[in-house]
């Protein structure tokens, strides 16, 4: 037998995964989105007389002891016309909602990393801020030649936002990007 490294269940029953889908307030399709798998499978899972091994184990375990955790990585639901995903490779740090007209900016932050947040330790940017965000993902206004970079990205003028549009406001020395979502 091999030896065990860790505290690890090496199964769970059908009825420990709805039970901790069910304490979550989860349908069976959002608990899918959460452990990345589809409706039918978990589906099956609740419905299986067999015991279900693999990475779900570890996962209803980890989510029984801390339950809290998926109200921490929950987006809110979208209340503003704009909406900024400022991410790191393909994980999200920040989620930033704008609504220019009254100049608000709200956002959420997903890793505790300031290095990684869009506004580093401040939880309540103002307009100000944001604009200074995002003048900071793109190339400066003084730039020698801007005209034909702004050429070469069909924009007429230099404008912060529309530049973050076509580039994703990706830069050469990091690997952080902006997803904007309308």
């Not at 420990?16 to 798998?37: D, H, M, P, S, W």
């Not at 639901?77 to 909602?97: A, E, F, G, S």
């Not at 990393?113 to 506004?119: P, T, V, Y």
């Amino acid at each position: 037998m091999r030896e065990k490294l860790f505290v690890t269940p090496e199964y769970v029953t059908a009825r420990e995964i709805k039970n901790i889908r069910n304490e979550l307030g989860l349908t069976q399709k959002e608990f899918a989105l959460l452990v990345q798998c589809s409706k039918s499978t978990v589906e099956r899972w609740e419905m299986s007389e067999e015991p279900i091994s693999g990475a779900i184990s570890l996962l209803v375990r980890m989510l029984e002891r801390y339950p809290e955790y998926v109200d921490n990585i929950k987006i809110p639901k979208k209340k503003t016309p704009i909406r900024l995903w400022y991410m790191h490779n393909q994980t999200v740090c920040t989620i930033i909602d704008v609504n220019e007209m009254r100049k608000e900016v709200k956002i959420v932050n997903y890793t505790d990393n300031i290095m990684f947040r869009a506004f580093g330790r401040e939880e309540k940017p103002d307009f100000q801020m944001y604009e200074e965000f995002l003048r900071s993902r793109c190339f400066p206004e003084t730039r020698d030649k801007m005209k034909l970079v702004l050429k070469d990205l069909n924009l007429p003028f230099y404008d912060p936002f529309m530049i973050i549009e076509k580039t994703e406001g990706r830069m050469a020395e990091d690997n952080f990007w902006i997803r904007i979502e309308r």
